[in-house]
């Protein structure tokens, strides 16, 4: 049973707001450092375009309200933390999307972002999400972020799968437009419709359906400081990483996946 402060009841939108901006100018290994918690494994919190861990934010905004700082120990991530949250959105709703992450969308958090170590290596292990059917695409947390999405031909839900795998039939990236605005079109187009060249592709070579496909996603928070400049930044490393394997792609198997033409 969580040991609950009953101090966290006085947390108001004020302090959030103040821990929120405290987090933004430390930037995420700071800021935790700075609270001695963790990241996240679980549950973060949308505020503007960027994401944030609930159980730090919580320890941040009760020392901006209290002065006094709160040991991570004393007070639970999960039940406590969340009603938190639901108390403040009652205050204010951008408090309100609070989400947890099922699919594993935001474990390389855990990581600055860096080239591919190897092209056989697992997707999971780059930082992208568990594989989903793509029909199910809805079910992404992160799917109104950009990112890099990679789409594998599978008869049943794929466990490990490396961007070198001949299942894999398309790589893809999208910085202007979200992945699930993305992912949609993808759908649309393999059905029949125009709007996304690589599901045109996987149609002509005989994906008229997304019966066999699964989609794993590396989604792109936005950085934290000068907004202009993150902006930026997550731009190149979405458009490094979607290039980088297809390089790695190509130079093991010799050729394109089916549904992109470069």
Not at 41 to 52: A, D, I, N, P, W
Not at 64 to 86: E, M, N, S, Y
Request: net charge positive.
């Amino acid at each position: 049973m969580e040991h609950r402060i009953s101090g966290l009841a006085g947390i108001d939108a004020p302090a959030m707001r103040e821990a929120i901006a405290e987090f933004d100018k430390r930037g995420r290994a700071q800021f935790l450092k700075q609270y001695g918690i963790s990241r996240s494994s679980k549950f973060y919190l949308v505020f503007g375009q960027r994401l944030y861990d609930t159980k730090a934010l919580v320890a941040a905004a009760y020392f901006h309200k209290t002065g006094h700082k709160l040991p991570h120990t004393k007070f639970g991530g999960g039940a406590q933390t969340k009603a938190v949250f639901r108390r403040l959105a009652q205050q204010d709703d951008e408090f309100a999307h609070v989400f947890e992450d099922e699919l594993g969308e935001l474990h390389n958090l855990s990581h600055e972002y860096d080239r591919i170590p190897s092209g056989a290596t697992d997707l999971r292990e780059l930082g992208f999400s568990k594989w989903i059917a793509l029909s199910k695409f809805g079910d992404l947390q992160t799917g109104w972020l950009p990112g890099v999405y990679v789409i594998a031909s599978v008869n049943s839900q794929p466990v490990k799968i490396s961007v070198i795998d001949e299942r894999v039939v398309y790589i893809g990236e999208t910085v202007s437009q979200n992945l699930s605005k993305r992912l949609y079109q993808l759908i649309h187009s393999i059905e029949g419709k125009r709007g996304h060249g690589g599901g045109e592709r996987l149609r002509e070579k005989g994906h008229c359906s997304t019966d066999d496909l699964w989609v794993s996603i590396r989604s792109f928070p936005l950085g934290y400081g000068d907004e202009n400049m993150v902006k930026s930044l997550r731009s190149t490393q979405i458009r490094h990483l979607e290039r980088m394997l297809l390089y790695e792609y190509v130079q093991a198997l010799h050729n394109y996946p089916k549904g992109n033409l470069k």
